[in-house]
């Protein structure tokens, strides 16, 4: 993404989806400098682009991306050549902008390298946040040791292993001095991890307040890694603020998220893809296990926030090969949520979750981020996520080949 567009550019004969509001409005969008400066009833100027009638959506934001997730976890993942991960990590990157991402938060992972080269035009790349390496407490999420090994690991490229109120203070520090949006905890066990039971909290309450202290001092955040109510309360009741994945929420525990203002960012296309694809990619039995168990709960986790007045916001969370099911995740949230919800999840939701009223939405001094569909999603789903379909994706004003 280069540092400045200079370009002006006109979209004609759209049909606006603004990123939240429920009536779509015909009318052309015009970007000046990577900046969208009018949008209704305008005379085009610069290069024009005729929609066809088709609908226009803010550029879409996955608020769970993993650029450095080379494989499916462990060793693999966490201890290969960093020079091969951000190379394979730039791929990703560059297919996640294809299919219309124009943003994504990496919360596991990342550094400012691959920002930086994004910024620059290096790399074809979405606006790139990242939190750096998971902090996770030993033998949680993160620590990708067996039971049966006796190795030492302290830190890969998207774990690290912190444990005790100092260490994390100063682990979270020098994350925000490296450029980290925000911060990523392990606050229950995962599917990908071996020794840890999925619904047990990790963290002590004073490790969980000493991380979102850090962060709040800073303006930032804390998303967790949660799936069970015992660990989303834990981790809400401690100033986290985003619970990633969720998927055995209660009606209760959601009323609790909501009361404190916390988002949920599901992520239903990884059950789905290592149901679908685990056992010949390699994934651990122990971890297949574990999929099934969260895999159907998702959707209804979702139903549930939604219903309690929770904020719910999007992503994919998706490891090595199964990186391209990123828009089957879009239809997998449709059938739980509905295409409004859903498109307002990928766009305004995730925006206010990443604090940036500049994008997520189609609107006058907005970031020129958008997606042209081949149809309207509304009368026909479909164009929201079928890869073989075309689309335009436009990001800061200019359009991505």
């Not at 949920?264 to 168990?293: C, I, W």
């Not at 159907?296 to 090969?321: N, P, W």
Request: hydrophobic letters at 45%.
């Amino acid at each position: 993404m280069p540092n400045a567009a200079t370009s002006l550019l006109t979209i004609t004969n759209a049909l606006i989806f603004d990123g939240s509001s429920p009536v779509l409005t015909e009318g052309s969008i015009v970007m000046r400098d990577g900046v969208i400066e009018d949008v209704g009833e305008v005379a085009p100027v610069g290069e024009v682009i005729d929609a066809g009638g088709n609908v226009v959506v803010p550029g879409l934001i996955d608020a769970h991306f993993h650029a450095y997730a080379v494989g499916l976890g462990g060793f693999e993942v966490e201890r290969g050549p960093l020079s091969y991960a951000a190379l394979v990590g730039a791929q990703r990157l560059g297919a996640a902008l294809k299919r219309g991402f124009t943003t994504v938060r990496d919360v596991a992972g990342g550094d400012i390298g691959l920002a930086k080269a994004g910024r620059e035009g290096v790399l074809a790349s979405p606006r790139y946040l990242f939190t750096g390496p998971a902090l996770s407490q030993t033998g949680g999420h993160g620590d990708p040791r067996a039971e049966d090994l006796d190795l030492c690991f302290s830190h890969g490229h998207m774990c690290d292993v912190v444990d005790g109120v100092d260490d994390l203070r100063k682990a979270v520090r020098n994350r925000f001095r490296t450029g980290s949006h925000a911060i990523k905890i392990m606050t229950s066990g995962g599917v990908v991890s071996l020794t840890d039971p999925i619904r047990v909290p990790q963290y002590s309450a004073e490790e969980i307040q000493a991380v979102t202290e850090e962060a709040a001092r800073r303006n930032s955040y804390v998303a967790a890694h949660a799936y069970s109510p015992e660990a989303i309360r834990h981790s809400v009741e401690n100033g986290v603020r985003s619970i990633e994945h969720g998927n055995l929420l209660d009606a209760q525990t959601a009323a609790l998220m909501a009361d404190h203002g916390s988002f949920l960012v599901p992520t239903l296309a990884a059950y789905y893809a290592m149901d679908r694809f685990g056992e010949e990619l390699g994934l651990h039995p122990v971890s297949q296990a574990k999929n099934a168990e969260v895999l159907s709960a998702g959707k209804t986790a979702i139903e549930l926030a939604l219903a309690a007045g929770v904020k719910v916001g999007f992503g994919s969370d998706l490891m090595g090969a199964l990186e391209t099911e990123q828009l089957a995740g879009v239809r997998l949230q449709v059938q739980a949520a509905g295409m409004l919800e859903t498109l307002r999840s990928m766009t305004s939701v995730n925006a206010e979750l990443l604090q940036d009223p500049l994008i997520g939405r189609i609107g006058a001094g907005a970031h020129a981020d958008v997606l042209i569909l081949d149809g309207n999603p509304f009368e026909d789903p479909a164009a929201l996520w079928d890869e073989g379909r075309s689309r335009i994706v436009i990001q800061a004003g200019r359009v991505c080949a």
